[in-house]
């Protein structure tokens, strides 16, 4: 195998979250001494609460692209971080492209971007198979992984855990947060809950909050990453509270506010809790000791990844949040839970970088 | 003797039926006493009422009805079988029931009838607040007690049912020589899930069928043309094998004969994800999973995917090849997921029994931190309330030119209504990769407006 320590390594992303969490992934590797290449097709997207992470160039390419192109000779590896049937379908075309190419196909490492838990996380893993790595979050991910292959004809593929590595901040698990202000950011997600109905339910019910606590402010912090359209706008909390302002005058309470394009990680950054349905950049919020909010108002979905708050220990309904004293002792997450989402682990580069090199050996016996 | 458990299970679907009628097969010296109420529903084979009446007294009460007869306070332990909301609202009704009345409330059971392809997490979800939940096997549990570890709900009860159908006495005895050569395939009303496959699996099945002339393969769908059920298919398998193929090979037949009858002759039996796989076994025929549409978690057959059933009837000359190969399902991976012989009703009834003498408080659902709704529609059709959401967001996703989010909404309304031709419309349009294509696909289907009034 190559001497050197530094390995070089093609990291390639579609969806949102997915280039979010990999910017932070290549950022991170850099750090620790790799030649980080990004690439991925959304680079004109000039918005949002996530970009922050990478600050390297980025290759105008779709993961398909990479997979077809001449780039990948000439890296150690290759992460690819996109849905779970995209990355079958990355696997496969880049396997073809090697054989027509005549050159052999280096080793390809992958993982879901956010933890999940139960369906989806088997769903997910199955897709994944067939990568020589695959990265997981913590010991939860591991057991299932060793229960979808434990009877299995093959060797499973070799899995590392990383931890929480999507969230850029260092991890401040437990500890309790520096209140600055008396404020709740609200998490808002493009696709939950879906219908027009459901959303009108939960603007009022944090309305009623807002009401409850005179002296506290609600953020509705949009995804604005996810609103690519005037339309998605128009349907967003924003717009009906915008519409409720000017059609229903008085009745929407002045301390309902909406938070700006990209200004989740100074929005948080003040917040004393972050609420949410099912909101991946709740993690940022865990990850900065900042009490979070599960909402259980809107039932429970399989497929909006509910499945994920269940033993956090915050899963509780905003009707049931009746006075300043309960939003001051909101308890920190579940620490049996935190661990088995890999809360724990906080050196999941030197894990991975590890797991990269054993593979490369391998691959060079 | 133990004193006699005075049972009552509550089904509504056919396949919820079937269920509880395999949960009235126990031995006499366990004591049991069966009560069925089939919820009256269009559709329900008039045979399988008749089956039920072999195990058990059979009653046919709606559920309001149900509720206020006098006889329900003489019932040790009452078993739900019925869809996931209806779960949770008939616990909700009952308890309601037993308060107003003053009467001690049974022991609620329910469970999942068959193998659960998806969504398992939140079908826990809605049986929370039972008593004791029925599962399959250490597969089911494992995945239970992951889901609730941490919560206050870790402790929750459950009972092995196992997969096994099919009473012992009832077992085959014929020679396998015997047997027919003859290939059973089970059909699934949504499995595999797009049409395109569903043609494509039809004739693959026919030119296996043109190249074993000394085998017949026998199609045994799901339900007859005229029958509902749950799942009631996009169209009937009838049609389309007549549009796939035109002319049916001689040696390909479709049956309605039970598919019990059916295996207990014959020597193989496929399906892409059918629970009928341990139909097969009980009986004797070997089953195999088929393959040619990948092993998706889509189609279920992820489920078996290290069973070692599975095989690509594509890459076999012949039935006569694909017989001589045929391996014996792994026994590691058959008592994983729940069919071994130590997983049978009768565990269920023990458990009862176990409650009855040692009563544990079920936890609440609203512990702060743990809180689980179950949003629950009280009126007679949730099913229709769930399609009115998932057509309205799906119409949503359409005007904001979502494709993607409005496909995943008109599948799901395609499952709940599989008939209906303009879901089936919209859902081809927005699958469309042209650009042009959609919007002349959209223009062409109606858009879904709820009407205020059914």
């Known amino acids: 195998m190559d001497q050197r320590l530094n390995l070089r390594l093609l990291l390639t992303a579609s969806g949102d979250w997915e280039i979010h969490a990999c910017g932070v992934l290549a950022e991170q590797l850099q750090q620790h001494g790799c030649d980080v290449f990004v690439a991925h097709s959304n ?38 971080f996109a849905a779970p049937d995209n990355v079958r379908e990355f696997r496969q075309t880049y396997q073809l492209a090697c054989r027509l190419a005549n050159h052999r196909a280096g080793p390809v490492f992958s993982g879901p971007a956010q933890p999940l838990r139960g369906d989806l996380l088997e769903a997910d893993l199955l897709e994944r198979m067939g990568c020589e790595l695959l990265c997981l979050h913590g010991p939860e991910e591991a057991e299932v992984l060793q229960e979808l292959t434990q009877h299995a004809r093959q060797p499973p593929p070799a899995s590392v855990q990383l931890g929480l590595w999507q969230v850029p901040a260092p991890p401040r698990w437990r500890s309790t947060a520096e209140h600055q202000d008396r404020s709740i950011v609200f998490l808002e997600q493009q696709d939950f809950p879906a219908t027009s109905s459901s959303r009108n339910r939960l603007l009022a019910l944090l309305e009623q909050l807002a009401h409850r606590l005179p002296d506290w402010t609600i953020v509705i912090q949009p995804d604005y990453r996810q609103m690519e359209t005037p339309e998605d706008m128009n349907n967003g909390l924003a717009a009906l509270l915008h519409d409720r302002r000017h059609n229903v005058h008085g009745q929407s309470p002045a301390n309902l506010q909406v938070g700006g394009n990209g200004a989740l990680p100074a929005v948080l950054s003040h917040a004393s809790a972050a609420a949410t349905l099912t909101s991946p950049a709740a993690l940022m919020a865990i990850a900065r000791g900042i009490p979070v909010i599960a909402l259980a108002d809107f039932g429970f979905s399989s497929a909006g990844n509910s499945a994920f708050w269940m033993g956090s220990g915050v899963m509780r309904t905003l009707e049931s949040l009746q006075s300043e004293q309960q939003l001051l002792q909101l308890p920190p997450v579940h620490p049996g839970w935190l661990t088995a989402i890999g809360g724990d682990i906080n050196d999941g580069m030197e894990r991975l970088l590890m797991a990269l090199k054993q593979l490369l050996e391998r691959g060079q016996r | ?72 306070a003489t019932f040790d332990a009452i078993g739900v079988f019925l869809t996931g909301s209806k779960i949770a609202a008939f616990r909700k009704q009952y308890k309601q029931a037993c308060q107003r009345r003053d009467i001690v409330p049974a022991v609620l059971f329910c469970g999942f009838n068959g193998v659960v392809l998806e969504n398992f997490e939140e079908g826990i979800t809605w049986r929370l607040g039972y008593d004791l939940i029925c599962l399959n096997g250490p597969r089911d549990q494992q995945r239970l007690r992951r889901f609730l570890r941490h919560t206050p709900f870790a402790a929750q009860a459950v009972a092995l049912t196992g997969l096994r159908r099919v009473r012992s006495a009832a077992m085959p005895s014929s020679d396998w020589a015997q047997r027919a050569r003859r290939l059973v395939f089970a059909e699934q009303v949504l499995m595999p899930r797009t049409a395109t496959d569903r043609y494509q699996m039809i004739r693959t099945l026919a030119d296996l069928a043109h190249r074993s002339p000394a085998w017949q ?13 749950f799942h009631a298919g996009q169209e009937h398998i009838t049609q389309t094998i007549e549009k796939a193929l035109g002319k049916t090979p001689a040696n390909m037949v479709i049956s309605y004969q039970p598919i019990a009858e059916l295996l207990r002759d014959s020597r193989l039996m496929g399906t892409i994800s059918s629970t009928a796989v341990f139909d097969a076994l009980d009986l004797g025929c070997r089953p195999l999973v088929i393959a040619d549409f990948g092993c998706q978690n889509e189609n279920g057959t992820s489920f078996f995917k290290d069973s070692g059933l599975l095989h690509c009837l594509g890459h076999y000359q012949s039935l006569d090849e694909l017989e001589g190969q045929l391996s014996s399902p792994d026994p590691r991976w058959l008592h994983w997921v729940g069919y071994d012989p130590q997983y049978n009703p009768g565990v269920l009834y023990s458990q009862i029994r176990n409650i009855l003498a040692h009563p544990t408080a079920v936890p609440s659902l609203d512990i702060p931190g743990y809180h689980i709704t179950q949003i629950v529609c009280d009126g007679p059709n949730n099913h229709g309330a769930a399609l009115n959401q998932l057509r309205m967001a799906a119409e949503e996703a359409i005007r904001k030119r979502r494709w993607q989010e409005a496909e995943v909404m008109l599948q799901k309304a395609q499952r709940l209504r599989p008939e209906n031709r303009n879901i089936n419309r919209r859902l081809k349009a927005v699958r469309s990769k042209s650009v042009m294509l959609r919007s002349v696909r959209l223009a062409l289907s109606q858009r879904y407006q709820p009407r205020t009034q059914e």
Request: a negative charge.
């Open chain 1, 43 to 80: 680079t004109d997207s000039g918005s949002p609460a996530f970009t922050s992470a990478w600050h390297g160039p980025v290759l105008p390419l779709s993961p398909l692209q990479v997979a077809i192109s001449d780039l990948c000779r000439h890296v150690d590896a290759i992460g690819i």
């Open chain 2, 1 to 72: 003797m133990n004193d006699t458990l005075r049972v009552l299970l509550i089904g509504d679907t056919d396949s919820q039926l079937r269920y509880c009628r395999v949960l009235s097969q126990v031995p006499a010296d366990m004591n049991v006493q069966i009560t069925l109420n089939a919820v009256p529903r269009d559709g329900t084979p008039e045979s399988l009422l008749a089956q039920l009446a072999e195990v058990g007294t059979v009653w046919q009460l709606p559920l309001d009805r149900l509720l206020t007869q006098a006889a329900m």
């Open chain 2, 217 to 229: 393969i026998c199609v045994k769908p799901r339900v007859r043309p005229e029958e509902r059920t």
